[in-house]
Each structure stands twice: as structure tokens, then as C-alpha cells.
């Protein structure tokens, strides 16, 4: 054996439990473990060679792991958990969780970690196909993502939301749609309009306007989709810093929990605030529980609460998180149904 296959097949001398095996046993198991699992042979393939069963094979394949013959090192990148990643899709149903080590500074007040962003621009890189369309929804951890894109199919990207401020459109999420349409070669169709309007009636003007109304043709297109989510407080939250002390105070009363896309929620997942969305430009709740992939990219001990109950509305399907915000969730009450699988809005459930 090589040098690679001896990382792979353990030398037979190791282990003494190995040892109570006879000479050629060891050498069978270790000729069958070097084909099964460096040359990719299939165990109907071995027993063929070998002129034994299948069953035979798998016994002996089994064996070589009890008996330390054979040693599997699973190796991610540091950055990345994947036992808390596995553990938060199995609890909440999600297609896919990705969760990164938090800072070792981390505290309650310390923002989203700054590696959120590159991490998701990956997991879009996986998720996104040719001829799909993007939907970008304004948040400072959508717009790190789509500054760290390096690789994306040739897709139509559209904006989801209006802008926290149009005079920042250009360093906002406008350009975050242009920076992610040029990376896939695909068309922009950006949102220029503020996300929060004074009234129902200029909002709705607003979105008669063609260029608005074009991006809003696309929202039942959109396949794959990116979101921030925001907890109901100063500087998290960015419905909560447009809004007056006194619509604060209002909105508070209902129970607000979290934000997502100018769609408030209490902390069961359940909808509040409904009458907001009239004066906003935003994707509506019901067209974002149709896109097939919604990714979330939210971390921070300040948004754990905040993450919990934008799961449990059933409008993501997936979420790139850090270290201190899954264990947070994993150690929440259980969710019940898996919200995220099940696309369910927790108001359907209600008796």
C-alpha cells in the first residue's frame, strides 16, 4: 500500500483487537477495505473478485471498523460545525443548515458574524441552477453575501425588498442585485424605492411604477431566495429604526418577536402587524412560502430568539447561522411540526 492508503486501511499490526484476527483474514479484509473504500468498488464487485458472497463482504467490512483495521476521518473546514449543522436541520426539518464557529469574543451585543456572509455565497453557489431566478431581500447579511459571491450559474437575480434608505441604494442591496446578476451573467431587476412608506397609497403607487411593478412580475418566478432576519429591537431591526416611538410602541404591543423581509412576527412564528405590509415594498409572506429555497443568513446571540421564531413560521427552508445561535435553538422547547419541511403558517394551526 501507498502512503494514502495506509491514512485509509490502518497498518494490520495496530490495534489488538485486530491481532485476534488470523493472517489471512487480515489480509482479505484489508485487500477488500482497500477496494471498497479507496477504489470505490462496490461490494458486488468485491465478492466477485473474491468469489465470495456480498454478505460475506459487508461482514468483513464491518468487522475491519470494530476491529480498527480501517480508520474514517470525516474533515470539514474548521470554520464550519457539522454535527450542530446536522443537529439543527434534523430539529427544524431544514434542507440545509450550515452553521460556522461564533467569534471567541462573542456576546449578546456582538454582531452577526462577519464570515456569514462568504459561507452563504457558497451555499448559493450550491443551490443556485442555470436558468433559476434569485430574489435578494435587503439586509446587511444579504449584501455581505452577494459581496462574497465568486461563482453562480447564469440566473435572472431580482430584489425582494425595497431599500432601508434610497439614498444608499448604490452600497445597498440595488447593488447587491447587480453584484450577483454580473457574477452569474444573468439579468438585474433592483427595486428602487424605499422599503417603508408614510401611507397604503403611496406604496401602492409606487408599486404601479414599471420598473417596480417588472421586479414584482418576477416573485412567482423566483426559485431560490435569500433573507436577513432581525430581531424587534434598535439597530437589528431595520422596520423598527424607519418607524416612529409611537408605531414602535404599537407593534410592540402585538407581540412583535422578530422581522424578516418587513414582515413581523411573534415569537410562536405567527404573523403580527399585518396592516405594515400595505405601506411597504416588499415580497409578500404568501409568495415567499411558495419559493421552493428560502435561505436565511442571520447569526448573533442578539438574533437567537429573533432566528427561533422566523423558523417556526415556515416561510425558511434554510439557515446560515453560527455556533452560539444553534445551540441556542437546539436547547429551545421542541418546535412540534418541523415548520421549515412542512412550509406550514403556524395561523393554519391555530384551533
Given at each position: 500500500m501507498n502512503s494514502s492508503e495506509e491514512n485509509a486501511v490502518s497498518a494490520m499490526s495496530a490495534g489488538r483487537s485486530a491481532l485476534r484476527m488470523g493472517p489471512a483474514e487480515l489480509v482479505q479484509a484489508a485487500a477488500m477495505a482497500r477496494r471498497f473504500y479507496l477504489e470505490g468498488k462496490s461490494k458486488i464487485q468485491i465478492a466477485e473478485e473474491f468469489g465470495v458472497s456480498r454478505f460475506k463482504v459487508a461482514r468483513v467490512?464491518?468487522?475491519?471498523?470494530?476491529?480498527d483495521l480501517v480508520r474514517i476521518e470525516i474533515r470539514v473546514p474548521a470554520e464550519l460545525d457539522a454535527e450542530r449543522s446536522d443537529a439543527l436541520r434534523a430539529r427544524y426539518g431544514l434542507r440545509h443548515a450550515v452553521v460556522v464557529e461564533s467569534p471567541a469574543d462573542a456576546t449578546e451585543?456582538?454582531?452577526?458574524p462577519e464570515n456569514l456572509g462568504a459561507v452563504a455565497a457558497d451555499l448559493l453557489g450550491e443551490l443556485v441552477n442555470e436558468g433559476d431566478?434569485?430574489?435578494l431581500a435587503w439586509g446587511r447579511s444579504t449584501i455581505h453575501m452577494a459581496a462574497s459571491l465568486h461563482r453562480l450559474p447564469p440566473c435572472t437575480v431580482v430584489q425582494?425588498?425595497?431599500?432601508?434608505?434610497?439614498g444608499t441604494a448604490e452600497r445597498g442591496s440595488v447593488e447587491a442585485v447587480r453584484r450577483a446578476a454580473q457574477v452569474s451573467g444573468g439579468d438585474a431587476h433592483p427595486i428602487y424605492a424605499p422599503m417603508l412608506l408614510p401611507d397604503p397609497a403611496t406604496a401602492a403607487a409606487l408599486r404601479g411604477q414599471t420598473g417596480i411593478a417588472r421586479a414584482f412580475e418576477y416573485f412567482d418566478k423566483v426559485t431560490v431566495a435569500a433573507v436577513s432576519i432581525g430581531s424587534w429591537e434598535p439597530g437589528i431591526s431595520t422596520v423598527h429604526d424607519m418607524l416612529t416611538d409611537e408605531e414602535r410602541a404599537h407593534y410592540a404591543s402585538l407581540g412583535v418577536a422578530a422581522e424578516m423581509s418587513a414582515h413581523l412576527f411573534d415569537s410562536e412564528g405567527r404573523r403580527v402587524g399585518r396592516d405594515l405590509g400595505e405601506r411597504c415594498i416588499t415580497v409578500e409572506a404568501d409568495r415567499l412560502r411558495r419559493i421552493p429555497e428560502v435561505v436565511a443568513i442571520a447569526g448573533g446571540l442578539r438574533k437567537a430568539s429573533a432566528i427561533g421564531a422566523v423558523?417556526?413560521?415556515?416561510?425558511?427552508?434554510s439557515l446560515v447561522t453560527d455556533t452560539a445561535v444553534a445551540d441556542f435553538l437546539l436547547t429551545e422547547s421542541q418546535p412540534g411540526l418541523r415548520p421549515a419541511l412542512e412550509r406550514a403558517d403556524p395561523d393554519d394551526l391555530v384551533p
Open positions: 467490512l464491518e468487522t475491519a471498523l470494530e476491529r451585543d456582538a454582531p452577526d431566478v434569485l430574489g425582494l425588498t425595497g431599500v432601508y434608505d434610497a423558523l417556526r413560521s415556515g416561510l425558511v427552508t
